[in-house]
Structures are given as C-alpha cells and as structure tokens.
Nanobody
Framework: QLQLVESGGGLVQPGGSLRVSCAGS????????VMWFRQAPGKEREEVLC????????NYVDSVKGRFTTSRDNAKNTVYLQMNSLNPEDTAVYYC?????????????????WGQGTQVTVSS
C-alpha cells in the first residue's frame, strides 16, 4: 500500500529557504498527482501547489507565487516543495497528499493518501 513520508521542515529565519520532501512507496506514486497543503494555527487547511503525473505544477495561493515551487524525481519516488523568501505568514504544518488520479484537482476527496505533515516555522 502506498505510503507518504515527509521530511525537511524546521525553523528558519524570515527570508530563508527550506525544502520539504515527500517520499512515496509503491510503483504507482510516480503517476499520481501530489498536492501540497498547509494549515496554519487557527486557520483552515489550504491547497498550496499541486504537481501532476507529468510534472506540471499548479499554484493555488497568490502569496507564494515566485517563492514556492514543486518538482518530482520519479527515479527517487519523491516530490519536493522548495520554499524561498519565507515569511512568518508561511508558518504552518505542511502536508503532501497523493491523488488517485494523475491530474491535479481542488477536490480534497481526490487525495486519498496523506503524509504525516511537517512543521515549518518562520521566525527570528
């Protein structure tokens, strides 16, 4: 059964960078769309970026445009979230989730496998 394991969160100063990894097990991971969600304290969970099975990314949050990117390395069965120019408003638990489809969508029910989440804290 497919499982997702996240790594790479932590504490970073404003203006810094972090890369979060989402490693998937199983032969189908490379074909699935993967969404990055985040949930800040006291706020609802939101979609941030999605990468489809072909490696094309879609951004859903205007405030991260030009700062966050996502990519995948299918040889390593891993999807990455690269976060640059971080600010305190980016503080949240970040989750990766794998879709049952190769296409990105904004329907949470399409994402059936979730990582454990990783805390990203931006603070001086």
């Amino acid at each position: 059964q497919l499982q997702l394991v996240e790594s790479g969160g932590g504490l970073v100063q404003p203006g810094g960078s972090l890369r979060v990894s989402c490693a998937g097990s199983g032969p189908t991971f490379g074909f699935r769309a993967v969404m990055w969600f985040r949930q800040a304290p006291g706020k609802e969970r939101e979609e941030v970026l999605c990468i489809n099975g072909g490696g094309i990314a879609t951004n859903y949050v205007d405030s991260v445009k030009g700062r966050f990117t996502t990519s995948r390395d299918n040889a390593k069965n891993t999807v990455y979230l690269q976060m640059n120019s971080l600010n305190p408003e980016d503080t949240a638990v970040y989750y990766c989730a794998s879709s049952s489809s190769s296409s990105c969508s904004r329907s949470p029910s399409d994402f059936d496998i979730w990582g454990q989440g990783t805390q990203v804290t931006v603070s001086s």
